[in-house]
């Protein structure tokens, strides 16, 4: 008997927000793995931000995916087959097999996963992608200083809330926008953030940023964009680094939103603005897994999972987190 | 008998273009210079973009100019009283005692000036303030690689028609953008530019871009801002560098233009973007005019002056260079 695979591909090219009708569920026989190649039962996948970028047509950092193809993503889960040294029966592996049940990947690209360091869903989490990328984008692109003003937009989101974290260790005043007022209470009481305020029932975001930011703003972590952008700008200190992760609230636009132009900031108060990917830090993953592993051992890094049960849930879980449903890392547990 | 100053001051602030009634020619007793000042009779005055912002009320990233106070900027001329040790009557100097016939400048912020070595105007010019500002904007910030392609918008002007050259004697194919066909022709024909396009006569500068520029762009050295930047920015290839030294097209609006939000290209494209004021960079200044001047002398870098005469021109020639009627640096012949 053929073992059956459960997987979500792309049905429709969105327009504007996705929706569940431009996703469709479908049953496929299970393909065995090649030579160098491990199939994982998928127990957790990971849903982000950049995967809308993957649904519009043509290339844009990477390849969109093809209609009828199975939606790309982060996963972990247990390798039921392995034709890879690297990998036996029962590893657990963090791979990049989409949205599956069960997934194929290669052994070479595929990380294994310690189930007694760590629960295995971090490796989506606080201890893979969105960590290394909290991590990369504050210190390596935002430089923040001890002292500093940081500010984080998307702040209770997956990677936002490590963002504001690190950059709490690091010894500076971490500010946050959030799109509710149990968010602000979650990064604010929870996770150290000295102040934030809720973008969704502030009228003036200027305001709340001159009160909440006193001494104006050193480094701004950008997961969101738009108009949190631009009054964010207009409070960054001479020297100031914008690091431009995510322009989340852009993403489901047909056209560009237009915006005031304020470039000439950037000249009176020598700003730089470094937009950045984090699979060009490759050779930094190591050591940005290490410490963020010692911080969360330690205690001074917390991390929240929201966590959706189902493969068939998993467009939902999607479409709900480019909306901000979620606070900390969404994920859609599978097996 | 007293000996007297012609001055320039300022008589209202502007709104929107400056007018020569916001200016005011008057006539003052000339003030002997103090312990440590140096009194210098203008020969040449330096009219540039950023006195505009110097107009407005309020410190931008320099205190403003009072009303009723005479205009700030560069100017060279010869000593004609000294009281500092390092200046003697009948040297010539560089100074910042603005639009007026004699300035008082403190001898320490004075710079000599070797009449034999280069004519003096060029002090103010590809040997002075600009060409420290397009050797910083485009080294420093740029990092031009030969074999890259650099566009810089307002490339006639006193500090494009400087980065170009620079970015060409770099290596790099130099591509400018400029305001009509006689300084197209210029940049082309005389100072090696590979390729210009007339941006009040393109109807599509995207399609221009995309000819001109068949390998995209790697640097981009921003002078002007506007809908130039808009196409320069959706052409920049993967890890571009955009060089921020002025936004003119901006400087004369009363609110904020709008413009579309392009912020997610910096994600995609990892682009960087830094605004720079050539103050912050005073330890290259030396190594700078040092390249500058061996580039001029074996003929690798021209320049063009573009200079009126009389000090009572300076507000018509300072406006006209704002709305871009000069090619070169324009200077105001005042001795």
Redesign the interface.
């Known amino acids: 008997m053929t073992q059956m695979n459960w997987r979500i591909v792309l049905a429709a090219r969105p327009k504007g927000l996705p929706t569940e009708a431009d996703f469709r569920l479908e049953e496929v026989p299970i393909v065995q793995p090649g030579e160098g190649e491990i199939l994982v039962r998928t127990r957790y996948l990971s849903v982000d931000p950049y995967m809308r970028?993957r649904m519009n047509e043509g290339a844009?950092?990477a390849p969109g995916v093809g209609l009828g193809e199975v939606m790309v993503g982060g996963a972990v889960g247990d390798v039921v087959a392995s034709r890879h040294a690297g990998f036996a029966e029962g590893d657990v592996a963090q791979v990049h097999s989409g949205w599956q049940d069960y997934g194929l990947a290669s052994g070479d690209g595929a990380r294994k996963v310690d189930p007694d360091l760590a629960p295995i869903s971090t490796s989506l989490g606080v201890l893979g992608m969105p960590g290394i990328t909290a991590w990369v984008g504050l210190l390596e692109i935002g430089h923040p200083q001890a002292g500093e003003t940081v500010v984080v937009s998307g702040a209770a989101g997956a990677v936002g809330s490590l963002v504001g974290q690190i950059a709490r260790i690091k010894g500076c005043r971490v500010v946050g926008v959030a799109g509710s007022d149990v968010k602000v209470s979650h990064v604010t009481d929870e996770l150290g953030f000295a102040a934030a305020f809720n973008y969704k029932t502030t009228l003036d975001y200027g305001a709340a940023l001159g009160e909440l930011c006193p001494d104006g703003v050193d480094v701004y972590f950008?997961n969101v964009?738009?108009t949190i952008?631009d009054a964010v700008l207009q409070h960054m200190n001479?020297g100031g680094r914008i690091s431009?992760?995510?322009?989340i609230s852009?993403?489901n636009l047909r056209t560009?939103?237009?915006?005031?132009?304020?470039?000439?900031?950037?000249?009176?108060?020598?700003?730089?603005?470094?937009?950045?990917?984090v699979f060009?830090f490759e050779k930094l993953y190591a050591k940005a897994l290490q410490e963020m592993s010692a911080w969360v051992q330690d205690g001074r890094l917390s991390y929240r999972e929201d966590i959706v049960a189902g493969l068939e849930q998993t467009p939902a879980a999607f479409i709900g987190m480019l909306t901000g449903d979620n606070i900390g890392k969404r994920l859609v547990q599978v097996a």
Chains 1, 2 share one sequence.
Do not use: A, H, K, N
């Open positions: 970028g844009s950092y950008d964009g738009g952008s001479v431009v992760c995510g322009q852009q993403y560009p939103e237009m915006g005031p132009r304020l470039t000439w900031l950037f000249i009176t108060r020598r700003l730089q603005m470094r937009g950045f990917l060009d």
